[in-house]
């Protein structure tokens, strides 16, 4: 939400080049995640992080890489490798990871050609 | 894995008509949260739901937790143009595992 920023809003590139999503937030939330969203579907987990310098994979991690060397960032690499890689891609935050609400982004919407 | 199906995909009400949409997993829940997401927006977060039977109200928005903690529904009275978006489910089934997003439901209200 105000507190998260996702840069930039529309983001296109060729195929075959990596591509890096911002996400930053300013809530002090210990744990962030990135989501996948495909026209008329759900949200799926691509990665997610708890606290600093550690992350985990999600359900289609696949082709996507992270970091998180800092509190407040969480950026998303597509690599080549990611078969169907234009999507909307959400970031979102949380107090802790589990069970609390998550607070999402804007949202990057990415178009590979 | 754990699946979270929702039904209807699609919904196309009325203006003031009711609306629903209902949640299942195929594992228990500990907890259960609802978003809504305009078109062209981000989810944001409603409720969530962790006992077995709950039930909550937000204004025209009820929500309910089964007694099995397996299933879960949002109720709409009255709709309104401005309850137009996709509301998405979201279970947890332990503590510290993930959320598991349903496929959300689509909300079309015609003035």
């Known amino acids: 939400d105000g507190g998260i920023t996702q840069s930039p809003k529309y983001l296109f590139r060729k195929e075959g080049q990596n591509v890096t999503l911002s996400c930053e937030q300013n809530?002090?939330?210990?744990?962030m995640y990135w989501y996948r969203q495909d026209p008329g579907q759900g949200l799926r987990l691509i990665y997610y992080?708890?606290?600093?310098?550690?992350?985990q994979k999600g359900d289609i991690a696949e082709g996507y890489s992270v970091s998180r060397e800092k509190k407040e960032s969480f950026p998303l690499t597509v690599t080549s490798a990611q078969k169907n890689p234009t999507a909307f891609y959400l970031c979102?935050?949380?107090?802790?990871?589990?069970?609390?609400?998550?607070?999402f982004g804007p949202g990057t919407r990415l178009t590979v050609t | 894995g754990q699946q979270v199906m929702q039904i209807p995909q699609y919904q196309h009400v009325q203006e003031g008509e009711d609306f629903t949409t209902y949640c299942n997993s195929s594992?228990?829940?500990?907890?259960i949260q609802w978003y809504k997401q305009r078109p062209g927006g981000h989810p944001v977060f409603l409720i969530q739901?962790?006992?077995?039977?709950e039930v909550k109200k937000q204004k025209r928005l009820t929500f309910q937790f089964g007694e099995a903690k397996k299933n879960s529904s949002l109720h709409i009275t009255a709709t309104q143009t401005t309850d137009v978006g996709t509301y998405f489910c979201?279970?947890?089934?332990?503590?510290?595992?993930?959320?598991?997003f349903g496929g959300g439901t689509r909300l079309m209200v015609k003035p």
């Open positions: 979102a935050t949380a107090f802790s990871a589990g069970g609390y609400e998550q607070y």
């Open positions: 809530l002090n939330h210990d744990a």
């Open positions: 992080s708890q606290i600093v310098n550690d992350f």
């Open positions: 594992t228990t829940l500990s907890n």
């Open positions: 739901l962790v006992k077995s039977g």
């Open positions: 979201a279970g947890q089934a332990n503590a510290g595992n993930m959320l598991t």
